[in-house]
Nanobody, 120 residues
Framework: QVQLVQSGGGLVQPGGSLRLSCAASGRIFSINAMGWYRQAPGKERELVAT???????NYADSVKGRFTISRDNAKNTVYLQMNSLKPEDTAVYYC??????????????WGQGTQVTVSS
């Protein structure tokens, strides 16, 4: 079994910052790509940022220059530093991890989601 546990999020004023974390644990052999997605009310889930096992990053145009994705391979953890937050960043944020379990089978896992609300 593999578990993803998200932390961070909450309510912040426009222009503020938040940091999200997502830690994977369990029967993990290796982790491939890690990423963050978000879903606003009435909208489809969309990609925010991804980071490969080698550290290559990819961002949605709407967050470029404001958000930074990073990972700590020793801790099996991915982070999302969000700066200069805007009301349109309000959404439930989900981490996503692609990994090989200890039986060398590839699975795609999702975190439980965390609410980010940007409002004055």
């Amino acid at each position: 079994q593999v578990q993803l546990v998200q932390s961070g999020g909450g309510l912040v004023q426009p222009g503020g910052s938040l940091r999200l974390s997502c830690a994977a644990s369990g029967r993990i052999f290796s982790i491939n790509a890690m990423g963050w997605y978000r879903q606003a009310p009435g909208k489809e889930r969309e990609l925010v940022a991804t980071i490969s096992s080698g550290g290559t990053t990819n961002y949605a145009d709407s967050v470029k220059g404001r958000f930074t994705i990073s990972r700590d391979n020793a801790k099996n953890t991915v982070y999302l530093q969000m700066n200069s937050l805007k009301p349109e960043d309000t959404a439930v944020y989900y981490c996503n991890v692609g990994l090989l379990n200890t039986w060398k089978i590839y699975y795609d896992y999702w975190g439980q989601g965390t609410q980010v609300t940007v409002s004055s």
